[in-house]
């Protein structure tokens, strides 16, 4: 499958400060990226749909001034957790969309290995 | 009601069991993922499926779309194996994966 990879993996950063998240598609374009939020032993959860050269998509609930996205090429979105706090400690994950792969495959999203936050 | 629902939540084996992952949805889909997620978070696609069954090594995937229902088998089951297994659909009108809420795997040596 396509390799995905996420830079840190890991964070620790003091409340207040902002913190920015980089998920980049190594092997192929992906115009649509999505970034996912995961507390402790619950499922995964939809924040924001990046798509490239225009504004994210927040789902209802997202803060869209406090989780800044930026798609700002084919193979690299970024997420800024501004102003954090204790509560968004989390691990984020982002993912790349391919809408062809081939064989059949279509709509498949590989995922980045994910950044654990946390927030003192 | 979830619109992806797992079964079991959790599942302790023993090495080398034959292990059965169940999900079933109920919204129209276009395909359908199993995830596998080990403790340190990192998520890997084991399957994506529209139809039919898929193998991979010891890992069966089937998908019956008529009755809108999922499973994933692991044979010979092994420690390694311990993780978490997420089912995720895609909707029929959109790119967005919906997942389940996941099962707990632990294989016992």
């Known amino acids: 499958g396509a390799v995905v990879s996420q830079h840190p993996s890991r964070v620790i950063c003091k409340s207040g400060t902002s913190v920015k998240i980089e998920c980049r598609s190594l092997?192929?374009?992906?115009?649509?990226m999505f970034w996912y939020r995961q507390f402790p032993k619950q499922s995964l959860m939809l924040m924001a749909t990046?798509?490239?050269?225009?504004?994210?998509?927040?789902e209802q609930g997202v803060e869209k001034d406090k989780f800044l996205i930026n798609h700002a090429s084919l193979t690299l979105s970024t997420l800024t957790v501004t102003s954090a706090h204790p509560e968004d400690s989390s691990f984020y994950i982002c993912?790349?969309?391919?809408?062809?792969?081939?064989?059949?495959?279509?709509?498949?999203?590989?995922f980045g290995p994910g950044t654990r936050l946390t927030v003192l | 009601k979830n619109e992806v629902e797992q079964s079991p939540q959790n599942l302790t084996a023993q090495e080398g069991e034959f292990i059965t992952i169940n999900c079933s949805y109920s919204?129209?889909?276009?395909?359908l993922h199993w995830l596998q997620q080990h403790p340190g978070g990192g998520i890997v696609s084991l399957f994506m499926?529209?139809?039919g069954k898929k193998k991979h090594g010891r890992l069966i995937a089937t998908i019956n779309i008529q009755e809108k229902h999922s499973s994933l088998h692991i044979t010979a089951s092994h420690p390694r194996d311990s993780a978490v297994y997420i089912c995720?659909?895609?909707?029929?009108?959109?790119?967005?994966?919906?997942f389940g809420s996941g099962t707990r795997l632990l294989v016992r040596p």
């Open positions: 993912s790349a969309y391919r809408p062809w792969a081939g064989q059949g495959l279509y709509n498949e999203q590989f």
């Open positions: 092997d192929f374009q992906a115009t649509t």
């Open positions: 990046s798509n490239e050269g225009s504004k994210a998509t927040y």
């Open positions: 919204v129209g889909i276009s395909a």
């Open positions: 499926l529209s139809s």
């Open positions: 995720a659909v895609i909707m029929d009108s959109s790119y967005k994966l919906i």
